[in-house]
């Protein structure tokens, strides 16, 4: 096997389900009806909600559930071979989580853009709507914590990256201001962003900027707390779809890489076992974005359907968003897949950005061999970087909403108007806060893995929820139990089960009742979701679809 047939494989297996697979789901589950209103009109605040432009809108949602996660899940899955990597996130991707975030950004989006939180309040129960949002943010904490000190880690090792990724924080609020105040097309905004990026990486390889760790370590917890409370126009949104534009220029310098490359796979196809445990359930641990991710329930409902300008939109947004995240994801397991298996044990001892540093700078020198490979490995570094700060914005935005909804369900008061803003900067405050202390504690590998676990559980309320929509407005709901099964009882209970097991070996009791809690918690969703599902009636049906064909 060599990196052009991997490679061509895999782009046949995401095209062919956005195609046949999103189109199925489009036609029978999910039916786009033309001129319906959406929340981003009807409930504009230019904060939260707002009809933003549909381009810049996919780059922003594409970059903020990909991030650093499918990268890192890429290059430390292929621990087990590459090929059950490989196979997780094309034919999983295709049949879980590609499904998942279409259907829950579309039922966001005929619900006023309401979070999963509140959906699953609403058509499930409001206990369920609670554990909902603390397994969401217990979720993000997991991956946001550790992004905290691999990105830190990073810039000290590699110094050339800080005058781009100012570049690229700067251009953002430039671009943000000429495409929603001037009135730019996105095309000359992006250009010039790109330009001012293209020249800071220039201006990094020639002055880098060193900072030690615990100097990088506050930077990246600080940033986060701005970025979460301001509105998404002003930098989040068009810095994410610099990110894309980026990450697609770096994508497919890696695919030319590999498919004119032709590179032997030096790893193993298939591990049976490693240090970190079985390929089953460790895999599904260790992968979670770019194949199934319940987490991304909280980007596709109250953090992209509310600036969606119509719905003929959601399919292609969240389809193909994260159809594309996997392909995030195979960057990562490529880079990882050509490097000898003693070299990647070294690398994945540093961390996975190290495997994607190098691995990608071998693909991409091996055809593009007039940019030195010391060259490439900066540029990698970058990508990743880009990705992991994306990651730090969009959850700690999340973050903040969840823990303020949370506060209003508990409380049954909603936040004063002179109150708002200081409780989003007092949420993302101690959001960001907790993160570094889990950080701080530096069980990196345990704690990457805690995401994916908390994540599929997520999922489980995400295909529940689905389902309970379909039934009250009158539709089949086949492909999601199939869907909810799958999940439970291959990838979801079995993980958490033995990841606990995992953290009581190595005495890190401060983690290992997360995993049972979660499954405690999901058994108790189980139990409202079936009590809420054989309480529907008839009437409610009838009332159900009539608001769906009405509108």
């Not at 690229?168 to 990026?197: D, E, H, N, Q, R």
Request: aromatic share 14%; net charge positive; glycine share 10%.
């Amino acid at each position: 096997m060599t990196t052009t047939s991997l490679t061509l494989i895999g782009m046949a297996i995401w095209l062919l389900g956005f195609i046949f697979v999103g189109g199925h789901l489009q036609k029978v589950y999910l039916k786009y009806k033309p001129g319906r209103p959406v929340p981003a009109v009807e409930l504009r605040d230019d904060v939260d909600f707002y009809p933003a432009n549909p381009v810049t809108l996919f780059g922003d949602h594409w970059a903020s559930i990909a991030g650093g996660a499918p990268l890192a899940g890429g290059a430390t899955g292929a621990m087990w071979g590459f090929l059950p990597a490989f196979l997780y996130i094309t034919i999983g991707n295709i049949f879980l989580g590609s499904p998942h975030d279409y259907a829950t950004m579309h039922v966001s989006m005929r619900k006023k853009g309401k979070t999963i939180g509140g959906l699953i309040s609403e058509l499930i129960s409001e206990r369920s709507g609670k554990m909902g949002v603390v397994l969401g943010w217990f979720s993000i904490a997991a991956f946001t914590a550790t992004f905290l000190t691999a990105l830190a880690k990073l810039f000290v090792a590699t110094p050339q990256l800080t005058l781009p990724t100012i570049a690229f924080t700067v251009s953002g609020v430039i671009m943000g201001l000429l495409i929603y105040k001037v009135g730019w097309p996105v095309s000359w905004a992006t250009t010039l962003g790109v330009i001012i990026v293209a020249i800071c990486v220039v201006l990094g390889l020639k002055y880098p900027i060193s900072l030690p760790f615990y100097a990088w370590f506050a930077i990246f917890t600080i940033y986060p707390i701005i970025s979460a409370s301001i509105p998404a126009w002003i930098l989040v949104e068009p810095r994410n779809f610099l990110n894309f534009c980026f990450m697609c220029v770096g994508s497919l310098a890696l695919l030319i890489g590999c498919i004119v490359g032709n590179l032997p796979l030096q790893l193993p196809a298939v591990i049976a076992t490693t240090a970190k445990g079985p390929l089953w359930p460790m895999l599904f641990l260790t992968i979670s974005c770019g194949a199934l991710t319940g987490m991304h329930s909280f980007w596709t409902t109250g953090y992209t359907s509310r600036r969606i300008p119509d719905e003929k939109f959601v399919r292609l947004i969240g389809y193909g968003g994260e159809a594309l995240e996997g392909l995030t994801a195979f960057v990562a397991l490529a880079s990882a897949a050509v490097l000898p298996l003693a070299v990647y044990s070294e690398y994945i001892g540093q961390g996975w950005i190290f495997i994607l540093q190098n691995g990608y700078a071998q693909i991409a020198g091996s055809v593009f061999t007039f940019i030195p490979l010391e060259v490439w490995a900066v540029w990698g570094g970058l990508l990743g970087s880009i990705f992991m700060i994306t990651t730090l914005e969009s959850g700690g935005r999340n973050m903040r909403i969840f823990m303020l909804e949370l506060y209003t369900m508990v409380t049954k008061k909603a936040i004063s108007p002179q109150m708002q803003t200081p409780s989003k900067w007092g949420a993302a405050s101690l959001s960001l806060g907790a993160c570094a202390a889990l950080a701080l504690s530096g069980a990196w590998f345990y704690i990457w893995v805690l995401f994916p676990c908390l994540s599929s559980l997520l999922a489980l309320m995400s295909f529940m929820t689905v389902i309970i929509w379909l039934k009250l407005v009158g539709r089949p709901t086949g492909y999601f139990w199939f869907a909810l099964m799958f999940t439970t009882f291959i990838v979801a209970i079995p993980g958490a089960v033995y990841l606990s097991y995992t953290y009581v070996v190595q005495n890190m009791l401060y983690l290992a009742w997360i995993p049972p809690l979660a499954i405690v918690m999901t058994l108790f969703f189980y139990f409202d979701f079936f009590k809420r599902r054989n309480s529907i009636t008839e009437k409610d049906i009838a009332l159900a679809t009539a608001e769906e064909e009405a509108m």
